[in-house]
């Protein structure tokens, strides 16, 4: 609500707020040194900073809100850090855009221009959060033009160029210089591509000069455990990523990825992931070079990170780089097998934090593509082991009880591993490899959340060419949804079987697959046995409520039963087909006495029970069906 309105509708409340402000703001500020706090002075200032000013102000009314501007300013001289913040950002609503400028100008040329015995630095860095925090308001205004920003911040530079000894070592207190530091960065951001301004490119060059002679490129000189020093660290290195943008130098990425600081690594990790991440990233962008060029420093910290935050964001970090430009592993020597090693590892004993499995769920991800890709002789080796753990670890993430974002992370997986893994016509990952990746699919496909589901349908638009005669010509695999991704790629997979050569094999997975994992019998006494206990009242445990089973059931045989007719007669060892078919004929039999030992109700009141049994009793009837056609078709050869 804009102020205008607020006084407009409550009139009484225009006097009653002024004269407490003026109370609390005569209260803040004394010679005598002693602290003195006004009840009032952080309900004024909250209040106050939720109103925003409007652009007629002062023109279409008598009311102007400039009467309670000099008594806010004089609130930020308070001692307390909050209510110094609590000013500055309630100060920008009552001055208008136009006057942005001007005002903080004026605020600027109050601050001492050399360094002085007699400086109450709460007074400056009072002073400093309310030009920061109108300087940002009046950059991010758009009722302004480019010329006008630039003729008036001209003075502004020029000023601050004037007292830059703020942000310098000749300052004592690290919390004003943080606060200097910041007005930097907001400027250097601001008008950082403009070229052929002399104030600002002097101003640039003392910045630069500031930055190579603060603490921030000497690890250890002030200790974190000083109050205000993690805030200065953080803000000395916004200016310097800032500054580097427009004249990098090659060594201080590399050096505050060493800081021991964590704040500082992370600052810079994330500034780094943004400009990776970036849609259409700037041509001379130097993020991209300086990090891939930086290989061993992010190497060491992946290696040596005790952060989780610093840690999941190095890892999506390397996620994101040219992997030509980090392999081979140098630091510590680590061979590709021992890579993908420590990555599973870090990946299966990171399941507390999601954001650490996700992050080493995707850069193992990488690698594996990337080794299939370029035909790394040890994935048929000593690799295959972890190669197996890895397709666990994504069918793991599949499951229903997973996070979201857990879930997602699998669906990005398997959709970028599409083109090398699913579709590959060498099965690097080897047949049971490469199922276990498929059936992960078809299980997101029918996931209850319809993110993970769209997620996972965008496979349709990365198999290969030459495989996409399988469905129906007039489908955009851009337009597919995930019931209709689930049924292309039900009949993707069996063409894939006839590719591979493993029609036999295929089969015999397909027809498991229709047969299910559980045992119809064990799930209803689970079920029943776990009525009574409040602990789980609430738990839907492995419920989807969204998947339609009989659906996928009907859809896996539809397929199979093409598969079946469209190849030649299968020889299919009885070995394998007894077991398939005792397990069949078993769990049909359990399930009609399950059924029939259900009391008679109507068909409306039907419990789940009912509901599992049925889906049961179909699995079992198509999967006989099936392995009847198995066993004609072994008869026959």
């Not at 006084?7 to 609390?24: G, M, N």
């Not at 001289?77 to 110094?84: A, E």
């Amino acid at each position: 609500m804009i102020g205008r309105e607020l006084f407009s509708r409550f009139p009484a409340l225009y006097p009653f707020l002024l004269r407490q402000l003026e109370t609390v703001a005569s209260t803040v500020d004394g010679d005598s040194g002693v602290l003195k706090l006004h009840p009032c002075l952080f309900l004024l200032l909250l209040i106050l900073g939720r109103l925003y000013p409007s652009p007629m102000d002062g023109t279409s009314s008598t009311l102007s809100l400039a009467p309670f501007v000099p008594f806010i300013i004089r609130c930020g001289r308070s001692p307390v850090w909050r209510s110094r913040e609590m000013a500055a950002r309630a100060l920008v609503p009552f001055v208008m855009v136009n006057q942005l400028p001007s005002t903080a100008l004026a605020l600027l040329r109050e601050l001492p221009d050399r360094a002085e015995a007699t400086v109450r630095h709460n007074h400056v860095h009072g002073t400093l959060l309310q030009v920061l925090h109108l300087l940002r308001a009046y950059l991010e205004s758009k009722h302004r033009a480019d010329s006008e920003t630039q003729h008036e911040l001209r003075d502004i530079i020029t000023c601050v160029r004037a007292r830059l000894w703020l942000a310098t070592r000749l300052n004592p207190c690290v919390v004003t210089r943080a606060a200097s530091l910041d007005i930097l960065t907001c400027l250097c951001s601001a008008l950082g591509g403009k070229a052929g301004d002399p104030e600002l490119a002097s101003l640039q060059e003392g910045v630069l000069e500031l930055v190579s002679d603060s603490e921030l490129l000497e690890p250890g000189s002030r200790s974190v455990a000083e109050p205000g020093v993690t805030q200065y660290l953080l803000s000395a290195a916004r200016l310097a990523l800032c500054v580097w943008q427009q004249s990098p130098w090659e060594s201080l990425p590399a050096r505050l990825l060493q800081s021991p600081v964590y704040e500082v690594r992370l600052l810079v990790l994330q500034v780094a992931l943004d400009q990776l991440q970036s849609p259409t990233p700037l041509p001379t962008a130097p993020y991209t070079s300086l990090l891939s060029g930086a290989g061993s420093t992010l190497q060491t910290l992946a290696l040596q990170e005790t952060h989780p935050q610093c840690l999941a964001m190095v890892l999506k970090v390397l996620s994101h780089l040219s992997l030509d430009t980090l392999l081979p592993w140098t630091v510590n020597m680590l061979s590709d097998c021992e890579l993908l090693g420590w990555i599973l590892l870090l990946a299966e004993d990171s399941i507390h934090s999601v954001e650490i499995h996700c992050a080493s769920l995707r850069f193992a991800s990488r690698l594996v593509i990337h080794w299939v890709e370029c035909n790394c002789k040890e994935l048929g080796g000593a690799m295959q082991p972890d190669l197996t753990r890895w397709a666990g670890l994504v069918a793991q993430c599949c499951e229903d009880e997973q996070p979201i974002e857990i879930k997602l992370t699998a669906a990005e997986i398997l959709v970028s591993a599409t083109p090398s893994l699913l579709t590959s016509t060498t099965l690097p990952l080897g047949l049971a490899g490469t199922l276990a990746l498929w059936r992960s699919l078809f299980t997101l496909l029918q996931d209850e959340d319809q993110e993970a589901r769209d997620r996972a349908a965008d496979f349709i638009a990365s198999v290969p060419p030459q495989l996409t005669a399988f469905g129906p010509a007039d489908v955009a695999p851009s337009l597919v949804n995930p019931a209709v991704a689930l049924d292309l790629g039900l009949g993707l997979l069996c063409r894939l079987f006839q590719l591979w050569d493993q029609t036999p094999a295929g089969a015999l997975t397909l027809t498991e697959w229709l047969l299910g994992d559980r045992d119809p019998k064990t799930d209803v006494e689970d079920d029943s046995s776990s009525l009574g206990d409040e602990a789980f009242l609430f738990d839907k445990g492995e419920v989807n409520l969204w998947a339609e089973r009989l659906v996928y059931i009907r859809l896996l045989h539809k397929h199979l039963s093409t598969l079946l007719a469209s190849a030649p007669p299968l020889s299919i060892n009885e070995a394998k087909l007894a077991p398939l078919t005792s397990l069949a004929s078993a769990r049909q039999t359990s399930t009609s006495q399950l059924l029939r030992a259900l009391p008679p109700v109507p068909e409306f009141s039907r419990t789940a029970d009912f509901t599992q049994l049925t889906i049961q009793r179909e699995r079992t009837t198509l999967a006989l069906e099936t392995l009847n056609t198995l066993r004609l078709g072994t008869l026959s050869c």
